[in-house]
């Protein structure tokens, strides 16, 4: 089972900046690599949103909601995906969540790839007025 572990939420004034990391990590496996991360996010009473993806090539997609303010990135070696978050607003006010597909891994044999993707159990980001 794939794990993400999701850091660096909490509560920020309007305008402010804030840095997700998000590291994967697999059971009694070793990760060879994931083909595609991500952050998406969900307000109360909404759906979870795409904010923004990065394949393991560096190409990134944002969300147009972000462009300009937020920079998605990763360290392959290290299975991590971060999130700057700068000029923050009220509105980015969400549960953020870090995504990963495609995860390769090894069992000592064979190097095997996820038939689903996974994901973490979510940072609360919280901006005030």
Not at 13 to 25: E, P
Not at 30 to 45: C, E
């Amino acid at each position: 089972q794939v794990r993400l572990v999701e850091s660096g939420g909490g509560l920020v004034q309007a305008g402010g900046s804030l840095r997700l990391s998000c590291t994967a990590s697999i059971t009694s496996r070793i990760i060879g690599t994931i083909d595609a991360m991500g952050w998406y996010r969900q307000a109360p009473g909404k759906q979870r949103e795409l904010v923004a993806t990065i394949s393991i090539g560096g190409i990134t997609n944002h969300a147009d909601s972000v462009k300009g303010r937020f920079t998605i990135s990763r360290d392959n070696a290290k299975n991590t995906v971060y999130l700057e978050m700068n000029s923050l607003k009220p509105e980015d006010t969400a549960r953020y969540y870090c995504n990963a597909d495609g995860v390769k891994y090894t069992n000592g044999f064979d190097l095997r790839t996820s038939t689903s993707g996974f994901w973490g159990q979510g940072t609360q980001v919280t901006v005030s007025s």
